[in-house]
């Protein structure tokens, strides 16, 4: 069975730092493109950045870049993504996507999330 | 890439069919089959639907299906089940970026 399994979410002061980490299993983590997606709460969703396999490319939405960093380590099937100069903005609950190819590229199996809270 | 714009909400009784739909532009939606459908119930994570415009993923139910046509993406749900009752979203992506839809909330009357 395919799972995403986010942790490291918590209460951050506005200027803080915080690094989400997400444990893949149940498939072949190192073949796969990852993206983290957030939701603020009430709120749609939002891509914040993905990452190719052997971490080859990364990208960014404009809001976090130069804040926010995303990495992988294959060996331990796991997804990271570090967060920098936290602003009440980020307050979010972010999701760890695995992205499916087709024809094109897709959103094909999420986590749970995990709750970043930045407040003073 | 500016976000992709939704309906805030649509309704249907059961038994019934809504279209969402999902416009962008000639940019975007228009010129790439990037197109897919995610479903998020309360409380939930949200899940594939619909995925290259008019795909189902295995274990999704015929009742839901896809389509474009122009800059505008179509989420057509037929049959309408109690369970249906979830907020629907639409992303496309560019090569590089990916961008969402406001979301749309299904009411199931």
């Known amino acids: 069975e395919v799972q995403l399994v986010e942790s490291g979410g918590g209460l951050v002061k506005p200027g803080g730092s915080l690094r989400l980490s997400c444990a893949a299993s149940?498939?072949?983590?190192?073949?796969?493109?990852m993206a983290w997606v957030r939701q603020a709460p009430g709120k749609g969703l939002e891509w914040v950045s993905s990452?190719?396999?052997?971490?080859?490319?990364?990208h960014y939405a404009d809001s976090v870049m130069g804040r926010f960093a995303i990495s992988r380590d294959d060996a331990k099937n796991s997804l990271y993504l570090q967060m920098d100069r936290l602003r009440a903005e980020d307050t979010a609950l972010y999701y760890c996507?695995?992205?499916?190819?087709?024809?094109?590229?897709?959103?094909?199996?999420w986590g749970q999330g995990t709750l970043v809270t930045v407040s003073s | 890439q500016s976000a992709l714009t939704q309906p805030p909400s649509v309704s249907g009784s059961p038994g019934q069919s809504v279209t969402i739909s999902c416009t962008g532009t000639?940019?975007?939606?228009?010129?790439?089959?990037?197109i897919s459908w995610y479903q998020q119930p309360p409380g939930t994570a949200p899940k594939l639907m619909i995925y290259d415009v008019s795909k189902r993923p295995s274990g999704v139910p015929d009742r839901f299906s896809g389509s474009k046509s122009g800059n505008t993406a179509s989420l057509t749900i037929s049959g309408l089940q109690a369970e249906d009752e979830a907020d629907y979203y639409c992303?496309?992506?560019?090569?590089?970026?990916?961008?969402f839809g406001g979301g749309t909330r299904l009411t199931v009357l």
């Open positions: 000639s940019s975007d939606v228009g010129s790439y089959d990037r």
């Open positions: 996507v695995r992205l499916d190819a087709s024809e094109t590229f897709y959103m094909g199996c």
């Open positions: 990452i190719s396999p052997s971490s080859s490319s990364t």
């Open positions: 992303t496309s992506h560019a090569s590089i970026t990916w961008v």
């Open positions: 149940g498939f072949t983590f190192r073949i796969y493109s």
